[in-house]
């Protein structure tokens, strides 16, 4: 009998960044025998396979995930500058988010520390 655990665990983090990681592998297995001749006999067995896979450059896996990690900041860091402009934006046209709504936190804590000129504000809806 032959079990094959696989291959490594690979996480994707966008941009191409693909890293594998360590795999630990329990498989179970249960088998039954059966014999039909002159007298019936049954025999039973069961255990499990059990199997470590480790990349063996650990030093790849590890700047792979650093560029995971520098990766995931970069997305962190978009959000957070298009988050705030929209704030800006929304700001600027004289409008606000209502307190009680679940989305004024996003806003919240964009505050103006100075009004623009009134050649630089922009048009209200009125």
């Known amino acids: 009998m032959q079990i094959n655990q696989g ?11 693909h890293c594998n990681g360590a795999v630990l ?11 039909y001749s002159n007298t019936y006999s049954n025999s039973n067995n069961a255990g499990a396979q059990v199997s470590i896979s480790v990349p063996l450059n650990g030093g790849s896996v590890e700047r792979c995930k650093a560029l995971a990690q520098l990766q995931i900041d970069k997305t962190r860091l978009d959000y957070e ?3 705030v402009k929209e704030c800006i934006s929304i700001y600027e ?12 936190p996003l806003c919240a804590d964009v505050i103006p520390i100075a009004a ?8 209200s809806l009125e």
């Open 81 to 83: 500058l298009i988050r």
């Open 25 to 35: 592998s329990i498989t179970p297995y249960y088998l039954t025998t059966e014999n």
């Open 7 to 17: 291959t490594l665990s690979t996480q994707s983090f966008g941009g191409g960044i």
């Open 93 to 104: 046209r004289g409008f606000m988010i209502h307190p009680d709504s679940p989305f004024y």
């Open 116 to 123: 623009l000129p009134k050649s630089e504000q922009g048009t």
